[in-house]
Each structure stands twice: as structure tokens, then as C-alpha cells.
């Protein structure tokens, strides 16, 4: 099955810095890689997600890079504010039929005002 | 849209009781998905339903967990009996179900506490 390594555990930068959250794949298969935010106590979001056919994709200050030759993928947050703050999970899956995301550990990104 | 409600939020129960958990979907969405969310971890897929039917259930450790979609709707989880190693927060999460629609949206869990 597809396993997901994600790194770092936790990053700390300080306010208008940028981040960047790593996560490699095993599986060569897979085809579509969202990222989730979750808040303290709170649900995890879909921010952002990028499928196999495309190398790059951005909304506003986030962005995510895939590098299938690789099998890594990326999210960028530039212009980091307090209110980023949260732990970021990647997955990846093998979509089409069915879609059955294996997720990473997650990263708890702290940003200091 | 009303988002995917969970009941209870939250649940402390001794090793080898039985708990359930509910779980209501946004209305219309065909696939739900139970994940096991350990403390300083991401979800853990245990099982998914398309309508009332299992796509995946490898992950479930069927000797005490057990789920069912009745009418493809609502779902309830249980597990019988607990063990501690079970104390985890259980997210439900729904998706339309569409060719070519994947995201999925969370419930706020179910913290399981297991003493």
C-alpha cells in the first residue's frame, strides 16, 4: 500500500517568513495529493490539492509543487501570519474509482508575531 | 450547506466496554469515510462507504470494530470491546462520490478517552 513520509514535524518561523512542508510517496500510482489544515480541537480543511498532470499550483500565499519522478510534493505558505498556525497534513491516493487517501503524520507549523 | 455531524464529542469509557459513534453526512454526498486519529498523527483510514456498500475496510480491525452505512446515509462505528490503545479521536468525513470530485469534508470527532 502507499506510505507517506512528511517532514518536518514542526516548523517555527516567524511572522512574514516564508514555509515550506515536505512529503515524499511510495506508491507510483498515486494521482492526487491534497493538503489539509487543522486548527487546535478543530476539523481538518482541504487548502489546497494538485493532481498528477500538473507540476505546480498556487492560491493567493499558498502553493504546492509535485515532482513525480521524484514522488515528492510540496506546500509553500509565503507571507506567513499568526493565523497559519495549525498542523498541516499531506496525502496522497490513486484516484479514480474510488479515492483512498493515505495521510502523513503532519506538521505543526507555529508562526511568531 | 449543513457540514458532517458527529454525536458524541466526546466519550471516556473503561477497557473492554462498548462504545458507538454516529455519524450524519452532508446531505447528498455518497462516500464516508471513518478515520482513527491518533495524538501527534494523521487519520488513519478504517473504513469507506460508497452509498451503503464497503470500498475498503483493510484497515479495520474487524476482531472488535464493526461499522455499517444503513440507507446510505447516516453511519454508526463501534467498538467492542476497547482496548487502550483505542483512545484516539474518530473523524467522519463525507465526498460527493463523483468521477473526478475527491475532497473530503470533516466532522469535528469523537475524542474516545479509554481508562
Known amino acids: 500500500g502507499e506510505n507517506v513520509e512528511q517532514h518536518p514535524s514542526t516548523l517555527s518561523v516567524q511572522e512574514g517568513d516564508s514555509a515550506v512542508i515536505k512529503c515524499t510517496y511510495s506508491?507510483?500510482?498515486?494521482?492526487?495529493f491534497p493538503w489539509y489544515k487543522q486548527e487546535l480541537g478543530k476539523r481538518p480543511q482541504l487548502i489546497i490539492d494538485i493532481r498528477s498532470n500538473v507540476g505546480e499550483k498556487k492560491d493567493q500565499r499558498i502553493a504546492v509543487t509535485l515532482n513525480k519522478t521524484a514522488k515528492h510534493f510540496s506546500l509553500h505558505i509565503t507571507e506567513t501570519q499568526p493565523e497559519d498556525s495549525a498542523v498541516y497534513f499531506c496525502?496522497?491516493?490513486?484516484?479514480?474509482?474510488?479515492?483512498?487517501?493515505?495521510f502523513g503524520r503532519g506538521t505543526s507549523l507555529i508562526v511568531h508575531p | 450547506e449543513a457540514g458532517v455531524a458527529q454525536s458524541p464529542r466526546y466519550k471516556i469509557i473503561e477497557k473492554r466496554q462498548s462504545v458507538a459513534f454516529w455519524c450524519n453526512p452532508i446531505?447528498?454526498?455518497?462516500?464516508l469515510y471513518w478515520y482513527q486519529q491518533i495524538l501527534g498523527q494523521g487519520p488513519k483510514l478504517l473504513i469507506q462507504f460508497q452509498n451503503n456498500g464497503v470500498v475498503d475496510d483493510s484497515q479495520l480491525p474487524k476482531d472488535r470494530f464493526s461499522a455499517e452505512r444503513l440507507k446510505g446515509v447516516d453511519s454508526t462505528l463501534k467498538i467492542q470491546p476497547a482496548k487502550l490503545e483505542d483512545s484516539a479521536v474518530y473523524l467522519c468525513?463525507?465526498?460527493?462520490?463523483?468521477?473526478?470530485?475527491?475532497?473530503?469534508?470533516f466532522g469535528p470527532g469523537t475524542r474516545l478517552t479509554v481508562t
Open positions: 446531505s447528498g454526498h455518497a462516500t
Open positions: 468525513a463525507s465526498s460527493l462520490g463523483l468521477a473526478d470530485t475527491y475532497e473530503q469534508y
Open positions: 496525502a496522497a491516493s490513486l484516484a479514480g474509482g474510488s479515492y483512498i487517501p493515505t
Open positions: 506508491d507510483s500510482a498515486s494521482n492526487y
